[in-house]
């Protein structure tokens, strides 16, 4: 009787649902390359406003910084359109440009400018999570009354816009303190500072002469 050739025989396949970690990984790549760049920038975006990971992570992209700061402003004009308001292009122009100018000043400082692009686009890309998260509450809360009598809804939506100012702060502070390699505190002692630039600056400029 012939020898059978141990090579000829056919080897049986793992099945597809096999716990083989390099099949798991190549699947994964797989799903990777076939989600859309609009979904890779979404997961990371989200991952950093979880302070999971850093605008050093954000693509080297001007037209993408563009894109976004375009988004933000339109973002602004729907909201004024929405909850009223005055001056929501002139508002928004001013504040996304001290943001931006604040920033690229900080980075020449640490002369890290090349971070700018990465670290701009994560600021506005977050920024733009927040006003996501605030245009809902603004619209359950309705109008404010004058003498400063809220509803038990009203009372819990400002706590709930309160926590997620405090959470904006710090993920503009982990973005800030990732991109200057500097410690967390000083990344929320800018970020704060910022802010409170920010709504000086439009409150002198805007609401003052009302």
Known sequence: ??????????RPRPPENSADPSAARRRGDDMTRRESPFVRLAVLVRDICQLR???EEMPYSTRLLVVLIGASIGLDLLSERVLGGHDALARSLVSTTL???????????????????????ALI?????FSLLVL????LAGPMPSDATLTP?????????FAIFVWSVLVDAHII????????????????AWTIADWALGHALFDAAQ
Request: proline letters at 9%; glycine letters at 4%; one cysteine or more.
């Open 1 to 10: 009787m012939p020898e059978r050739d141990p090579a000829a025989t056919p």
């Open 53 to 55: 990971r850093g605008p």
């Open 99 to 121: 943001v931006l100018s604040l920033c690229w000043v900080a980075l020449a400082m640490r002369r890290l400018a090349n971070r700018y692009v990465q670290t701009a686009s």
């Open 125 to 129: 890309a977050c920024s733009i999570v």
């Open 136 to 139: 809902p509450l603004a619209l």
């Open 153 to 161: 809804m009203q009372t819990l939506i400002v706590w709930a816009s």
């Open 177 to 192: 303190r990732r991109a200057l390699d500097a410690p967390f505190g000083l990344g929320v002692a800018l970020a704060l």
